[in-house]
């Protein structure tokens, strides 16, 4: 008898031991992560190339929309978007015609949780009335994993900067530098001709798309946040012969509705805009040149011109 009361109290301690050895690896797990996450916290501010006064050493894909976020003049129109987004407007002739004062934060490939993370950063440090949200990055051929996987990088890269800008001691140390073409408040002058020679692409349809659960899901949150910073935000689709078409209209269309505010298709006044594919296009139908974008910012700032009392910042500086 008393040699089973003693294996049952070796097991009983064989067992104590290794529950103890268990917690004791469990907390080394949890002291390693909190550790990890501590260090890539600590980094992330190290590297952060706002606080760090370094803007100059952003590769060109993230520099646009970091510069508005820093911008010390008032930006009174936002615009927001991937490549299309950056051909849509040209700031220095809307100030110089009707002193409005825009900035365009494009991004190459920008994704709509990405828009969302920087519409939050600029408009920490600005107040414009008007976010103009070019809509390519809404409608895109892509797929739901896809979206959620680029939607997850965005929440990471925005949290924790590190992430994005790991790249930029290699800047530092003369390694590499961005190549950073002339630009005016995000705005690159094209000025090559690539004619569009395909047909007509806004055939009227009752076609329409759905748009992925991320999409849906930023364009509340953003709307929710124009809401409550009391800004206008409106829809805007660049012209583009090969990304657009009459079923995205009509989505972009019925969105635009549901949520209660505008949206301006220029696909659907190539004509009174004036474009001609042979001369507006930079290269064959994706994006306009100087010349279309020019067209374009004519019809845009009479629109804003006609439906806000945007200042006249002409005689600021």
């Not at 924790?160 to 002339?182: A, C, D, N, R, S």
């Not at 409550?228 to 989505?251: Q, R």
């Amino acid at each position: 008898m008393q040699a089973s009361d003693n294996n049952k109290a070796i097991n009983i301690e064989e067992k104590k031991n290794k529950d103890d050895g268990k917690t004791l690896g469990w907390i080394e797990i949890v002291i390693f992560l909190l550790s990890t996450l501590g260090i890539v916290v600590l980094m992330s501010r190290i590297m952060d190339p706002k606080r760090l006064g370094i803007i100059d050493e952003i590769s060109i894909n993230d520099r646009y929309v970091v510069e508005a976020s820093v911008e010390e003049e008032p930006i009174d129109v936002l615009v927001i978007g991937d490549s299309e987004a950056m051909v849509l407007l040209s700031p220095k002739k809307m100030m110089d015609d009707k002193g409005i004062s825009s900035f365009v934060a494009g991004q190459y490939g920008m994704r709509i949780s990405e828009a969302y993370y920087a519409i939050k950063d600029i408009i920490a440090n600005q107040d414009p009335s008007v976010i103009l949200l070019e809509t390519n990055m809404l409608v895109l051929d892509s797929s739901e994993i896809y979206e959620a996987n680029m939607t997850f990088n965005a929440l990471v890269q925005h949290e924790f900067p590190i992430v994005k800008y790991h790249g930029m001691w290699k800047q530092e140390l003369g390694l590499t530098k961005p190549e950073l073409p002339e630009h005016f408040r995000g705005f690159e002058t094209r000025d090559v001709i690539a004619p569009y020679t395909g047909d007509e692409y806004m055939i009227p349809s009752d076609e329409s798309l759905n748009f992925y659960k991320s999409t849906d899901y930023y364009m509340d949150k953003i709307c929710e946040l124009c809401k409550e910073e009391g800004i206008t935000l409106i829809l805007v689709s660049s012209t583009s012969p090969t990304n657009f078409n009459y079923a995205k209209h009509n989505a972009l269309q019925a969105m635009a509705d549901s949520k209660g505010i505008s949206y301006i298709d220029l696909n659907l006044v190539t004509d009174e805009m004036g474009i001609d594919w042979q001369t507006d296009e930079l290269d064959g139908g994706d994006h306009v040149n100087i010349s279309g974008t020019i067209k374009q910012t004519d019809y845009i700032e009479k629109y804003l011109s006609e439906h806000f009392d945007l200042p006249d910042r002409r005689g600021d500086n």
